[in-house]
């Protein structure tokens, strides 16, 4: 398996993230300055404009404050997906929506074009080449499984968590990103809220923690290509690693505290007492512990309100 760095052990400074948010230049409510400043005010150092299939020009948009960086989210055509009986429901004309990813590029230049929108496989490459990367978005949510997006070369992240999704009850895709875990892929987790909105129903949801040298656009996308990140709808992790013969993790007060490991009883859970919090959940590392594929740590708070760092592979 591929390794990941642990941002926990890297130097650097923290950075707070949105790396998927909607504007006027698409189906948004707010125009992209508008949008900045929102999420500007909010407290955020970086901020992904990721209109459907068009760009923004972030260069006036970017100040000492807060760091917006290119992006896009993009549709091309998931061959596998097979939704007919929901289809024919629905008006022809816009019924075939249900068997588009959504995947989202960043850090790509203003005007960026794909030469076959349709293509996954060669959008990606496009994006690469550009010098940007691209993260699938809310697998859950459009009904993809891990069968749907395994065949996508190139891809970097997956995010397993969308606060604007909750508003139809399918925030989380952390279970596609297990069992792409299980099945010895090895992609980092983002988490973002999807703007599109004006209120606050589906903004400050859920972000992205990044690990970086310096707020660019490049470092954003190298931070999420190498799991230089964690993701959080609320509590903070403060350090995991495997250090002194222990695999531990250090947290905001937690309610409950799990190592995901692999699937058929790998893993452990620590659980507060009842009107207690946690904030450290410690385990020996033994022959059996040695046998897991992977470890990462959720952190779930006394609301339900969790945070997910990204594996160690072991
Ligand atoms: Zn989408
Ligand atoms: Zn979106």
Not at 1 to 16: A, D, R, T
Not at 103 to 130: E, M, S, T, W, Y
Not at 218 to 244: L, Q
Request: proline fraction near 6%; hydrophobic fraction near 35%; glycine fraction near 8%.
């Amino acid at each position: 398996m591929q390794h990941l760095v642990n941002p926990f052990e890297l130097p650097g400074k923290w950075y707070k993230a949105d790396l998927h948010a909607h504007t006027t230049v698409s189906d948004g409510q707010l125009s992209p300055a508008d949008r900045v400043e929102q999420y500007r005010r909010a407290g955020y150092d970086v901020l992904a404009l990721t209109d459907h299939v068009a760009t923004n020009d972030v260069r006036s948009l970017t100040d000492e404050r807060m760091l917006v960086v290119g992006g896009m989210e993009y549709h091309p055509v998931c061959p596998t997906c097979e939704f007919e009986h929901i289809k024919k429901r629905y008006d022809p004309a816009t019924s075939g929506n249900f068997d588009l990813y959504h995947l989202i590029a960043l850090n790509i230049p203003h005007g960026f074009k794909f030469d076959d929108p349709d293509d996954a496989n060669r959008c990606i490459a496009q994006v690469r080449a550009a010098g940007g990367e691209t993260f699938i978005a809310h697998p859950s949510w459009g009904g993809f499984g891990y069968e749907d997006f395994r065949n996508l070369e190139g891809l970097v992240a997956i995010e397993i968590y969308n606060a604007g999704c909750d508003l139809n009850g399918r925030p989380s895709s952390e279970n596609e990103w297990s069992i792409a875990l299980d099945r010895g892929w090895v992609l980092p987790a983002v988490g973002n809220d999807d703007a599109h909105r004006v209120d606050t129903e589906e903004v400050f949801g859920c972000w992205t923690w990044l690990k970086m040298p310096a707020p660019t656009a490049e470092n954003v996308a190298g931070a999420v290509r190498t799991g230089a990140c964690y993701v959080s709808n609320g509590p903070e992790i403060h350090d995991f690693r495997i250090a002194d013969g222990k695999i531990q993790v250090r947290c905001s007060p937690a309610a409950k505290i799990c190592f995901s490991a692999g699937p058929s009883g790998l893993g452990r859970r620590r659980r507060a007492d009842e009107g207690e919090t946690i904030t450290s959940f410690a385990i020996d590392v033994t022959d059996e512990t040695s046998l897991w594929p992977y470890i990462r740590a959720t952190v779930t708070d006394s609301s339900g309100r969790q945070a997910w760092t990204n594996p160690i592979i072991l």
